[in-house]
């Protein structure tokens, strides 16, 4: 399965005489070796401890702790916010990766189309990614204060124009704009904004880095054989060829909406009316700020179950793609 | 070149220049912010850059300042206070030692086993790919109390090696340059081999120059998301302040209900990102060739 | 710093190592930009009057709940601080997980502990289990605030004192001006003014281990609410932004904490009449109203009696005193200290009268109660929970809405 990540379009050869396998086997361990203790010391060893807590009432301070079986996971199910922990999840990376990935396409494609100003460009978008998260949501609180912040004030100059025809935005005039982290109507799509607006910079650098690869000759071929319009040409030359490059920025940005965290706390704890409990969200609650250790173990041990789901439907799907052309 | 009017071009540029007001408005605002008094920032009146007109600083007079004395313009006064009120300059060098080392460590640990996970055969490689892949989910909120346990028992929290060691093998680090591996011809790893050349000497002599632009790529990343990172030294940094990474200087201006102080904060914050910022405007051509996976010449 | 580079805690314990003669003590406190004024204000006297004590600040906690994370896991690493300034609130819980230590064998050796101005009330808020653990530091009440000129402009003649009066003031404002025309902040610390509303009828929140709420006063409080949300049309946003509003004068009335009355001064634009006033009560004044704010706790590793008592010393000057003037001084707080407040009543309330209102309603303090087991911050969150589902309209029937709560509650707690 793992094939199908395999970037370059360079089939392995059968392998020569110059590497015997047993050197192969004896070097390919060696070196994987640190790698692998550390991953295990660092990250499966923690994990396999909060699978065990899982199963506990364990908590920080606390001399004792009691094996509970199932408890905690009883607790989660039995809940009434787990429903919505997953909804607010899995609907916030089906908006991110998405838009993230589309735009990060189309801004690569127009920049390079570009005769002068690709690098500005280029920079531009790519500020939010270095930008710290932190100070970045303490920004956009500000930018969405409900009347004092530049966007619903920008809104507001727009009452009395024609704008108003769009009953929507007639509304906003007359009852006030939303409250975009307020109202639970918006306030995961605002959060979605804020994580499309950070992750897309990404994205672009790593299709332009996709895009600088496919040989030029290719076009020159294509083009003999008629095919001349913009959108004809990036059917069926430019996207197949990003194929490898598809793969890898929808794995990532998968990976990390699903580990949205920072924004949530610094803009909307979860709420309102847990519209916004994403599941780092509810595993940092649980788990460290409410002290519940055992709870918060085994909402991650769902998180981990559910993002490897979804990550090996999504390779199973992507390699059918991949492997189609 | 010539620079004939073009429809499509002004479109392109157009669409673009569009994308750029929404990106830039939130920086837009923190350097805005970072001019303005306090009453400016929070009724969100003073334009651009403020009035500059002279305020009087709160911290000055709870201090027993008379009003006289702590009369301020806001732009001097914020990024004063971002260098004064917390020790800023050990902050971005405490940063310049916890990246480097990071990505250092990252490096040498990656790139042998991406090396193997590409190039060589070897009992158990698809579960060790496998097992790469699964790390890279493993979010690091997740674990972070087992390992802080792990620090404790050791007795090395509060210490750089908290803030290090958790990040020496990259998951990321390892998919990414593997990724990058496959690319490179076997050609070139049978030459250097029949040349009697070791597996320790090709990755380092043969593999690694090839792959510099990758591994700049990944530099970018590493230092990026360890620059910045907020959520994990807060979590073992907890006694001596003066191993606080850059972002912890926001805290400094952090207030209950009598609110942030976010004239310094927002310097604070402009001041962080600079760095990176010049860092990224040195590597942008190399490293956006870097990440192309498969563009080899 | 004479070895940047080393473990922190080897410097620390060189530091204590090498300096023999003087007494070193670590604090922690949480909320730099609040309290670092206070602190070094503070400790201009502080070293003056005890100059063998050498007070190292730690890192600041971010916030309470930081606070008191922070706590509990250095206690497993071993390296708590001697002096930890925490919640009112979370104080239970260090209590029951033996952090903290308790005060009463320093206390017993003070001759004239009455006279330093410590009063029953001020320590009833840090006793537990017929032990004191903690010495109330800066403590908030809630309070309201208000803006004059829009009040005036709606034809609201007198500052309300009681919910009713208050929605009947929002109406006019709502018909007579184009301003918004109240906050509440129902979510401070999860349920502060929840407790604000049982307390402010003479009612705790917490009985026998038990949620309170399950009587008529638990009902009328959440109706309360119910009416503050509804009836008057509050914006759900946070609380610091509705005090953003406030500041540029376009929020004409909002209740919370009196720590915002800071925040309100430094960000006041235009000339308004800015003007603070006991918080409304329910039928009438209030009886008694929950403690916010944080106290300072002996939370020492150490078995030094050196340190231990230089621990007390500091305490002790945090809270009394000029050490605990300067928290009136520099914040929006108060200092619950009898003597600290008489030594600023002359000039400085005078001067600063919106500050004046919560020192008028100390008599009134009680408990800002913590639930009491594993579960006690989870509970926290459940309450706030079911608030916000009166807020966004999802809970219509009051009375349900009651048992509902009282029921999830009362099984999260221990039996």
Known sequence: MCDALTLSSAASKPQKI???????????????????????????????????????????????????????????????????????????????????????LGAALLIRSLKVGQSFYKTVYFLPVMASLLAMAIVWEFALHPTLGIVNRTLAMGCGTPVEWWSWFAHGCTEGFPLWLGDRDYALYTLAFIGIWQSFGFNMVLYLAGLTSVPSDLYGAASMDGVKRGWERFRLVTWPMLGPTTVFVVTITTIRSFQVFDTVEALTHGGPAKSTYVMIYAIYQKGIAQNLVGLGAALTVLFLALVMLINVAQRRFIERKVHYQ | MTHRFSARQTLAHLLLILGAVIVLLPFYVMISTSFKSPAEIATGTGGVFGSQALFTDQSCTNLGGTEADCLVRPVIDNYSQAFTKAPLWRYLLNGVIVTASIFALQTLIAVPAAYALAKLKFWGRDAALGLVLFCLLIPVHAIALPIYLMLAKLGLTNSYAALIAPWVVSAFGIFLMRQFFMTVPDDLIDAASMDGMGEFAIIWRVMLPTAIPALLAFAIFSVVAHWNDYFWPRIVI??????????????????????????????TATIIAVPLVVAFLLAQRRFIDGITLSGMK | MK????????????????QAQAVEIQVGYAYSATFDPTFERMMQGFSKAHPDIQVTFR????????????VLREAVANTLPDVSFQALNRQALLVERGIAKPLDPYIAREADFETDGYHKAMLDLSTFDGAIYGLPFSVSTPISFYNMDILRAAGVETLPS???????????????????????????????????????????????????????????????????????????????????????????????????????????????????????GINGAPQALPAGGNSSM??????????????????????????????????????????????????????????????????????????????GLAVTQVIEDHLESIFVGDAHNMEELRDDLVEEVNALLPR
């Open chain 3, 162 to 280: 009681t919910w009713d009066e208050v929605i009947a003031a929002c109406n006019r404002i709502k018909v007579n001006t184009d301003k918004e025309p109240l906050y509440w902040e129902w979510n401070i610390s999860g349920n502060w003014l929840l407790q604000a509303a049982m307390w402010s009828q003479g009612v705790p929140m917490i009985k026998d281990g038990k949620l309170n709420m399950d009587n008529p006063e638990g009902l009328k409080a959440l109706e309360t609410a119910k009416a503050i949300f509804q009836d008057c049309g509050m914006k759900n946003v946070v609380g610091g932004d509705a005090a953003k509003s406030l500041a540029a004068g376009d929020l004409a009335m909002f209740f919370s904490s009196t720590a915002y009355v800071g925040f309100v001064d430094r960000s006041k634009i235009g000339d308004w009449e800015f003007v603070t006033a006991p918080y409304p």
């Open chain 3, 298 to 375: 002996l939370t020492s590793g150490s078995d030094d009696p050196e340190v231990l008592e230089a621990a007390w010393q500091f305490i002790k000057f945090a809270t009394s005193g000029e050490g605990a003037a300067a928290v009136a001084l520099t914040t929006g707080y108060v200092p619950p200290n009898k003597v600290a407040n008489a030594l600023l009543m002359e000039d400085f309330y005078t001067k600063n009268a919106n500050k004046l209102t919560a020192v008028n309603q100390l008599p009134l303090l009680s408990e800002w109660f913590a639930y009491p087991g594993d579960n």
């Open chain 1, 18 to 104: 110059a590497r015997p396998e047993r050197r192969q086997a004896r070097a390919g361990m060696a070196l994987f070796a640190p790698a692998l203790i550390l991953l295990v010391v660092i990250l499966i060893f923690p994990v396999t401890v909060a699978a065990l807590l899982s199963f506990t009432d364990y908590t920080l301070g606390r001399p004792g702790i009691s094996w509970v079986g199932l408890r905690n996971y009883v607790d989660i199910f039995s809940g009434s916010s787990y429903r919505k922990m997953i909804v607010a999840t899995v609907l916030y990376v089906l908006i991110v990766v998405p838009v993230s990935v589309f735009l990060g």
């Open chain 2, 238 to 267: 907890t006694g001596d302040r003066s191993l606080f990474t850059p972002p912890l200087g926001l805290r400094e201006f952090k207030g209950d209900l009598g609110g942030d102080f976010y004239g310094p904060m927002m310097a």
């Open chain 3, 3 to 18: 070895h940047p580079f080393t473990l922190c805690a080897m410097v620390l314990a060189t530091v204590v190592a090498t």
């Open chain 3, 59 to 70: 890192a600041t906690y971010e916030n309470y709940e930081d606070a008191t994370n922070t």
